[in-house]
């Protein structure tokens, strides 16, 4: 099972611990800006109420249960902020828990740099050789290096291991064992794939040469020098509530899928307070997890990838920032710091849908610290959900008129060569075909990502409703109009 659809920013379906996010081409510049009025703020001098006022316009206009979100300054939090309400009712606060999907990749990746600091594991030594239990069906294998876990080089892909029985181990060492049988998609860093089990593979690492389990090296190595004192991997500690599907434009709270058994690919659990300072610090200001030099080669893309150790450049408006974003099946989030202005941001929503509304919303915020005026985000998925809506009733009110008319159908095609009928009938069954593909097509569109049924029925499901509509109307007009050519007879 995929634990994070790792979606994209604002990537828009038809298509899926923390994937996301990518299943169609992202907005990747974000919302369009428009210069700011006379009196907007310069950059650098945005203001709390300023934040206050735009993460209010934004929940209006996306029309999302709830959010919180925290924007940085160099070493200070400029303002954090909860907004809505949880599916309990509770409103929203920057103390409320959030799952943060993939955004926890950086938090591995801090993890393993504090041992390599330590001097206790090198960049770029053979996992195999640190990872006794670590070994696949490919020799290639043997050649994967930290590095490449880091910077997803290592050739590992949901294509070639069998995802679905290392998401069901109960442990990060069985998660590791149920690779044996595994292979490799590509020669060691020589192709980029997003592929979870490299941070699986890492946060495992942390526990065996760390001397503890991976959430207690985050709680006493991360998070506790931070201040990031309610912040966790998994729901043990902190429990976030349920969060929402989008269905047709209502908001349908859901249990979270069970994600992976260690959490190094997307299992934190965080609050917008916390991203505060876990943003400082990666913004080079604040308490010092790892040297500068290692920092900076967190945020380095690797040889053959723009991405880099849980960062990927992304250019928006001008502005080149480092961002990731994160995608589970009720939550959604995305983290970015600003290089040039000191700036960090992020955005985390307790639902998902078949848009990605967070990175819209980040960059908003930035356009904010620019001196620019964003546009409201949203309506991407309130239009997608009312298209597919409209061809849901449109598919049963076909299916109903199919029925009806089936007995004029077979009169009329009473005596016709079979292969007449055949040929008449089969655009009925097309729907058939599409919702029978629907998970290998889903996993295509998002570059090979392993997608299951239970997950269509999460985040996707306006869509997987819509197919099976569709189907199920061809099937009845296609099995009403064969009863009826029975009945009708030959020359009839």
Known sequence: ?????????????????????????????????????????????????????????????????????????????????????????????????MRVASLSKSFTAMAVMTLVDDGELGLDEPVARRLPGFAMS?????????????????????????????????????????????????????????????????????????????GDYLRERVFGPLGMSRSAVGDQEVRPSPGFNSLFGVWVPRPELAGSPGGGAGGVVTTAADMGRWLISQSGHGTRLVTPRSLAVMHSPSAVSDYGMGWSP????????????????????VEAIDPATGYGFAVMTNSAGLYDDTYDIMTGLLA????????????????????????????????????????????????????????????????????????VLVSFLSSGRTVTWEQLTYFAAPLTITLAVAAAAGVATAAVRLVRLRSAGPGR
Not at 36 to 52: K, L
Not at 314 to 331: E, K, P
Request: hydrophobic share 45%; with cysteine.
């Open 1 to 97: 099972m995929v634990a994070d659809r790792q979606i994209r920013p604002g990537a828009l379906l038809p298509s899926v611990s923390g994937m996301r996010k990518t299943f169609l081409a992202a907005a990747a510049a974000g919302l369009a800006l428009t210069p700011g009025p006379a009196g907007a703020a310069p950059t650098g001098q945005v203001s709390a109420a300023t934040v206050d006022a735009y993460l209010a316009q934004a929940l209006n206009s996306t029309g999302l249960p709830g959010m919180s979100a925290v924007v940085t300054h160099d070493g200070t939090v400029v303002h954090a902020a909860g907004l809505g309400r949880d599916a309990a009712g509770a409103p929203i606060t920057a103390d409320t828990p």
């Open 138 to 214: 490919d020799t290639r294998a043997g050649r994967i290096t930290v590095r490449q876990l880091l910077n997803q080089t290592s050739g590992l892909s949901d294509r070639t291991v069998d995802i679905g029985a290392a998401e069901s181990a109960p442990t990060l060492a069985g998660y590791v064992a149920s690779l044996r049988g595994g292979r490799l998609a590509a020669e060691p860093g020589t192709r980029y794939a997003y592929c979870n089990v490299n941070y699986e593979l890492a946060a495992r690492l942390v526990e065996v040469i760390g001397g503890r389990s991976f």
């Open 314 to 333: 992304v250019t928006v408006n001008g502005a080149d920032l480092l961002v990731h974003s994160g995608n589970l099946f009720t939550y959604t989030a």
């Open 368 to 439: 904010l610290t620019r001196g620019q005026t964003p546009e409201a985000p949203g309506g991407s998925r309130q239009l997608a959900e009312t298209v597919l809506g409209v061809i849901v009733a449109a598919a049963v009110v076909l299916g109903v008129l199919g029925v009806l008319r089936a007995r004029r159908w077979a009169s009329r095609s009473a005596g016709r060569p079979a292969w007449r009928i055949t040929f008449s009938l089969t655009p009925l069954l097309v729907p058939v075909v599409v919702l029978a593909l629907h998970p």
